[in-house]
């Protein structure tokens, strides 16, 4: 059984800081990563995707992969309180095959102005 | 560009009685995707679509069933209903490659269903 793992939280982080999410995932094989955000009541947005090891930056959020550790990270800095949210890890298994994108349960982020 | 639309958006039904959703996705997506998503659940994969073909299937009865038209809207069906159907039903969109990186998803607003 596939699994992605994310702490449910919630996480307080002070207004200004850097906001750090992790996320773990059990299939080696994985290949496509992504970070979505879900505000209270509302659908999900996506943010984020990586596909390579390393840093992808956009903005104030920077994903991060280490496939050989199996984490997923977000990093939101100068942290708001509009980033207050839901943040839903999502993955995808290997290219080639019809494999289905397995979202972890989420973190909840709150930003303490 | 238009985003993913969902139809309807509030739903209340009985137990025992069917309900079938709708989704149009962004133009030129051909892949959509269904997810259930509850609080004690979180999001589940119910199934998706392409070149209205079945895909993928995720672990749910045969009560929950899907199809996909030749503009690649989408419907999604629930026979039967059962208390724990209770959910918000979201679709997602995406431009997927055959073996290509991108894979990204769009979700619409989503259909908050509520069985009595």
């Known amino acids: 059984q596939k699994e992605v793992e994310q702490n449910s939280g919630p996480l307080s982080v002070p207004e200004g800081a850097i906001a750090s999410l992790n996320c773990t995932y059990s299939d080696r094989g994985s290949q496509s990563f992504f970070w979505y955000r879900q505000y209270s009541g509302k659908s999900p947005e996506l943010i984020m995707s990586i596909y390579s090891n390393g840093d992808q930056e956009d903005g104030r959020f920077t994903a991060q992969l280490n496939k050989a550790s199996q984490y997923v990270s977000l990093l939101i800095r100068d942290s708001q309180p509009s980033d207050s949210a839901t943040y839903l890890c999502?993955?995808?298994?290997?290219?080639?095959?019809?494999?289905?994108?397995?979202f972890g349960k989420g973190t909840r982020l709150h930003i303490l102005p | 560009k238009a985003g993913v639309t969902q139809t309807p958006r509030y739903l209340i039904k009985t137990r025992g009685q069917q309900v079938t959703l709708s989704c149009s996705p962004i133009s030129g997506h051909r892949s959509v995707s269904w997810y259930q998503q509850t609080p004690g659940q979180g999001l589940q994969f119910l199934f998706e679509y392409f070149s209205e073909t079945q895909r993928n299937k995720g672990n749910f009865p045969g009560r929950f069933s899907g199809r996909q038209f030749s503009n690649s809207r989408s419907e999604m069906n629930v026979s039967t209903l059962e208390l724990g159907d209770s959910a918000l039903y979201l679709c997602?969109?995406?431009?997927?490659?055959?073996?290509?990186?991108?894979?990204?998803?769009?979700f619409g607003p989503g259909t908050r269903l509520t069985v009595t």
């Open positions: 999502a993955v995808k298994g290997r290219l080639l095959r019809d494999d289905k994108i397995i």
């Open positions: 997602a969109s995406s431009y997927r490659v055959a073996g290509g990186l991108s894979y990204e998803q769009y």
